[in-house]
């Protein structure tokens, strides 16, 4: 009869063998623990540079001040004509004006005078009157406009003005001296307006 000595020992835990088929083992390099140093080697590479500030930050430079010239005008569009001297125009316009105020004066009475003899004489006294009137206002307002047609207009509103006064002497009416020298008036209002300068001005516009 066997004894309990001849009984296996029971396994206190798994064998090298089992271990070796059951389980793999990774060893890894002892982590440093300030007793063994690290190699050069070890540390990572990086692509990072440090520097180290040698100074104060730089100072950007001040730019450079001074006068700044203005820029030259320049006129854009075309060129504007010389300007046309306006005596003659305004020469013109005041002739006109009081030759037309003497036409008108004497016109009124011719008509005043001679309407209980001849009314037919009267009658064609008004109407070169009226028509002188318009031709001597219109020009005017034309020549301050600067219209080609007033010169035109201020000629024969002044013509107008000659045959009432020569419609003096056909009548033989007895009036001062100064009245017969008021053709004067529309004699210089046709040569005012026959100016050269005149004619400039009323071109100009």
Same mark, same amino acid.
């Given at each position: 009869?066997?004894?309990?000595?001849?009984?296996? @020992?029971?396994?206190?835990?798994?064998?090298?063998?089992?271990?070796?088929?059951?389980?793999?083992?990774?060893?890894?390099?002892?982590?440093?623990?300030?007793?063994?140093?690290?190699?050069?080697?070890?540390?990572?590479?990086?692509?990072?540079?440090?520097?180290?500030?040698?100074?104060?930050? #730089?100072?950007? $430079?001040?730019?450079?001040?001074?006068?700044?010239?203005?820029?030259?005008?320049?006129?854009?569009? #075309?060129?504007?004509?010389?300007?046309?001297? @306006?005596?003659?125009?305004?020469?013109? @316009?005041?002739?006109?004006?009081?030759?037309?105020?003497?036409?008108?004066? !004497?016109?009124?009475?011719?008509?005043?005078?001679?309407?209980?003899?001849?009314?037919?004489?009267?009658?064609?006294?008004?109407?070169?009157?009226?028509?002188?009137?318009?031709?001597? !206002?219109?020009?005017?307002? @034309?020549?301050?406009?600067?219209?080609?047609?007033?010169? /035109?207009?201020?000629?024969?509103?002044?013509?107008?003005?000659?045959?009432?006064?020569?419609?003096?002497?056909?009548?033989?009416?007895?009036?001062?001296?100064?009245?017969?020298?008021? $053709?004067?008036?529309?004699?210089?209002?046709?040569? /005012?307006?026959?100016? #050269?300068?005149?004619?400039?001005?009323?071109?100009?516009?």
């Amino acid at each position: 009869m066997a004894s309990d000595d001849t009984t296996p @020992a029971p396994n206190d835990g798994p064998s090298d063998t089992d271990d070796s088929e059951n389980t793999r083992i990774i060893r890894r390099a002892p982590l440093n623990t300030g007793s063994q140093p690290l190699s050069a080697a070890a540390d990572p590479h990086t692509t990072i540079i440090r520097r180290h500030p040698t100074g104060s930050l #730089p100072v950007a $430079p001040e730019p450079a001040t001074g006068y700044l010239p203005r820029a030259t005008p320049v006129a854009v569009g #075309p060129a504007r004509p010389p300007r046309v001297d @306006a005596k003659p125009a305004i020469a013109t @316009a005041v002739a006109s004006i009081v030759s037309g105020w003497a036409t008108g004066v !004497i016109a009124t009475d011719l008509i005043t005078g001679w309407w209980g003899t001849d009314l037919l004489f009267c009658v064609a006294m008004g109407f070169l009157t009226a028509v002188a009137a318009g031709a001597s !206002i219109s020009g005017v307002i @034309a020549l301050l406009l600067r219209r080609r047609t007033a010169r /035109l207009l201020i000629v024969v509103g002044a013509v107008i003005s000659l045959l009432i006064f020569a419609s003096l002497f056909v009548a033989g009416a007895k009036l001062p001296a100064l009245v017969f020298a008021m $053709p004067v008036l529309p004699l210089a209002s046709i040569a /005012l307006a026959a100016l #050269p300068a005149t004619a400039r001005w009323s071109r100009s516009g």
